[in-house]
């Protein structure tokens, strides 16, 4: 016995032509500890472009109803070899209600609840999902519930990973997103100085409306005095930036050696002391990333995933940060939808150019 | 009392104006545990000339006899505002005949003894140095001496870095070098793996004939297919790099990811699970360090020097490193010199501009 639905299907050929469409697919019957999640929505977050559509030509694609083709350029066609001629869904998370399941028992107690998960295929009438995952709503309805992972999780990792490592203030970038909107409410929960890095007065605005305390903006004459000063008063040598490409990563460690140096008492040639560290979790800026040499060799840039950290932090926190995420999904980490769209309009040209825009407070939401 | 003796100061005014001329000293008592060091040897290393000369344009600076006044470009002029006015000792090692001593019996057991040395004002007739950090060298002479801690410490400090992180597999770049010919020696003595990238095929010889292993020419056509080889073979997903600008260790975390994704069974948007991590320790080429969006989030980048490694790794290693490179000064720890030149003939255009270029090969060595 098996479901049938409608689903989205992202497949690159090796000659670089990308299609995007909607299929009918056929969902068999959840095993074990899965469960069969009738999906009410989903949110198309920036970790679903990479893979939807990554870098492709979506000003010069055929669209057609549910379909779109479009030319993926290089280097991006080359660099994505591993999935050369995949049919892959996609879709991290998002909610719905669980209509069948495995012999599990707890995959059992699920059925008829709505709960929040995470199949990775979540751009779908129907989705296949692990019952340990799930997250039971209650009250909260689905389109409240269906960012209750990706961005809660990783906001609150970041302030574990700040603890793991010893920091006590961190620097973010892009700083006025849903993701950064509910990393500000978590550090005034947690007492930990948060210096926001925005780009425009409507972000700066934003912010303050939440409580913001350290924001600067990069488009600012004297942006740079801005970074220094908020370092300084909040000792912010740690941060995460979802940009990638670029200097944004740069400017930062430069602002953090600045002050790091203003405090020495001698010159060294080496640069100061002060250990620099930053993650960077996205690539919104698919160029490259330029580190100068103007902060000395005291600094260290690593990327920064939900998944390798949640497995390093273990099961114990993972269970405490999922308790708080689900305590308050309708405040601290309520998230915010510029539309709502079916998987059909997901396809049309004018909503595909303007989500993959990923503008602040522009996300979207499939509601299949 | 004092004794006075001919020394190199570098000094870099605000206006971009900097001197770096032989001139007379007058070198206190020492007090303490310190040491005063007839100077008989110093090399002129990488780390030296950052500070001797940094970006300083020497083709078209002005030469009299003891002295070279020359500009500083941007944006080197502005990221060493540090030392502006400051009138600074260049060397950071050498050897020669301890002279006279503080109080300390530590330091006043060196007394008449030629020992290796830290002054960090190595180029010139005398200098103070920490009696701790000075080793005798019994019969060996000044000249194979005067090496004795940078690189041996540096190539020391690299496997013990590898150890304390789990790996054992190191790649390497600019791997002819000094420093490069010792790490292949600790490699093979310590049984680690060692991936060594060149650019010549005289480099490629060199490593060769001191039974390096693996060894990569980024000259070669297929040299993104020898890396993956000696990645695939080695297992290294760590390393350390002198270069510093420019592409190179984007192009090892490629062939890195590479390789990992090539024993991957399924294909992951977020790239292989492989950690890879490099180390820059020096800034052959000062422009700006490229990262190219092409190996995932599972690579960490970090600046490696010296000092900071020994503080962390605790004196019971450094008193071990010290100890093994004191007993092996003229087999795995020896260096070689392409030219000896007094102090003011290390500030003649032609010795400058040959010396500063930092070829494999072309170390000079001062004899004061």
Known sequence: MSTTGKQIFTTLEADGTLTVEVAESAFLQPKGSQVLVRMEAAPINPSDLAL?????????????????????????????????GQRMPVGNEGAGTVIEAGENPAAQALIGQRVACVPGSAFSQYAIAEAAMCLPLGDVSSEDGASAFVNPMTALGFVETARMEGHTAIVHSAAASNLGQMLNKICQEDGID????VRKQEQVDILKGIGAKHIVNSSDDDYMHQLRTAIDTTDAYFGFDPIGGGKTVDTIFKAMEQVAVSKMSEFSRYGSDQQKKMYIYGRLDLGPTILTPSYGF?????????????????????VRMRKRVLDNLTTTFASSYKSKVTLEQMLEKEAALDYRGMRTGEKYLVTP
Chains 1, 2 share one sequence.
Do not use: C
């Open 52 to 84: 939807l559509f990554s870098a492709a030509d979506l000003e010069n694609a055929e669209y057609s109803p549910g379909k779109i083709v479009a030319k993926m350029p290089e280097p991006f066609l080359s660099g994505s070899k591993g999935r050369h």
């Open 194 to 197: 948060l210096v926001n890095i």
């Open 298 to 318: 005291g600094f260290t840039l690593s990327g920064w995933l939900l998944t390798p950290f949640l497995q390093k932090a273990g099961m114990e926190t993972v």
